[in-house]
């Protein structure tokens, strides 16, 4: 008798240990979360990056690819075929942008988008769109084409602004959606 009181002594006191350790983690997390709460993903604010990257589309958050996806992008030969277009830049800006980029990309940032976005891609995956992203893929995976592609006022999902009321902040959360033209 004396030894399973025992048994069960220590078997809670563990029990008791373990559930503080996984609390510490997550308040370790969340701490590091307080500093995004506001905005879910480091707005950009280079004038330079917002002039060159935000003439054709939305300038997107560095926080929303990894570094490595941006080094593919802002190449200088990727740049003269963007996508079909052509987003050339001289070297000195070229190099100031990915600066940018580089040092926000979502495999540094600790907010809580960034950090989805990283934990949906596989080790070493550098995708050149945001919406291939799996992560990003299934939050709009349920929307209708009409909606998006088939949407004057839209035109495709790259453009997040559209819907996305305050994404020029770096926000995403479904508060602040409108779809336009969906009554
Ligand atoms: C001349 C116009 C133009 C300029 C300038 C431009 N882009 Fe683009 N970008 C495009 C087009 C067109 C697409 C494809 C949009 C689509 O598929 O609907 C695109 C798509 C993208 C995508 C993928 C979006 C997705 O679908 O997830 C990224 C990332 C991107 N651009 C980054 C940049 C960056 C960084 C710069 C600045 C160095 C830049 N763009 C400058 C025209 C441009
Ligand atoms: C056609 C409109 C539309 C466009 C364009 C669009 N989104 Fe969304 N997005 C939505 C809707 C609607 C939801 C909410 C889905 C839901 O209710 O779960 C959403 C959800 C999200 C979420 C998850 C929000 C949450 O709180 O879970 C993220 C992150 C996001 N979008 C990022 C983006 C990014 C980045 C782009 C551009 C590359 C983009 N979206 C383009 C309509 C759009």
Same mark, same amino acid.
């Given at each position: 008798?004396?030894?399973?009181?025992?048994?069960i002594?220590v078997?809670?006191?563990?029990?008791?240990?373990?559930?503080?350790?996984?609390?510490?983690?997550?308040?370790?997390?969340?701490?590091?979360?307080?500093?995004?709460?506001?905005?879910?993903?480091?707005?950009?604010?280079?004038?330079?990056?917002?002039?060159?990257?935000?003439?054709?589309?939305?300038?997107?958050?560095?926080?929303?690819?990894?570094?490595? %996806?941006? /080094? =593919?992008?802002?190449?200088?030969?990727?740049? +003269?075929?963007?996508? &079909? @277009?052509?987003?050339?830049?001289?070297?000195?800006t070229?190099?100031?942008?990915?600066d940018?980029?580089?040092?926000?990309?979502?495999?540094? %940032?600790? /907010? =809580?988008?960034?950090?989805?976005?990283?934990? +949906?891609?596989?080790? &070493? @995956?550098?995708?050149?769109?945001?919406?291939?992203?799996?992560?990003?893929?299934?939050k709009?995976?349920?929307?209708?084409?009409?909606?998006?592609?088939?949407?004057?006022?839209?035109?495709?999902?790259?453009?997040?602004?559209?819907?996305?009321?305050k994404?020029a902040?770096?926000?995403?959360?479904?508060?602040?959606?409108?779809?336009?033209?969906?009554?």
């Amino acid at each position: 008798m004396r030894t399973r009181n025992a048994v069960i002594m220590v078997g809670s006191a563990l029990a008791l240990l373990l559930s503080q350790a996984v609390f510490a983690e997550e308040g370790f997390f969340s701490w590091l979360g307080s500093f995004s709460r506001e905005k879910e993903i480091a707005p950009v604010t280079d004038a330079t990056y917002n002039k060159e990257c935000g003439s054709c589309h939305f300038p997107f958050q560095p926080g929303l690819l990894p570094e490595a %996806s941006w /080094r =593919k992008l802002l190449d200088a030969k990727a740049l +003269s075929d963007h996508f &079909g @277009d052509n987003a050339e830049l001289d070297d000195q800006t070229r190099q100031k942008i990915l600066d940018v980029l580089v040092a926000d990309s979502a495999d540094k %940032s600790y /907010r =809580k988008r960034s950090r989805k976005i990283m934990k +949906s891609l596989g080790e &070493g @995956d550098a995708p050149l769109r945001i919406t291939e992203i799996p992560y990003i893929k299934a939050k709009h995976s349920e929307i209708p084409e009409n909606l998006v592609k088939g949407n004057p006022k839209v035109k495709g999902l790259s453009f997040c602004n559209k819907c996305h009321q305050k994404a020029a902040d770096g926000v995403y959360d479904d508060d602040t959606v409108r779809i336009p033209g969906k009554s």
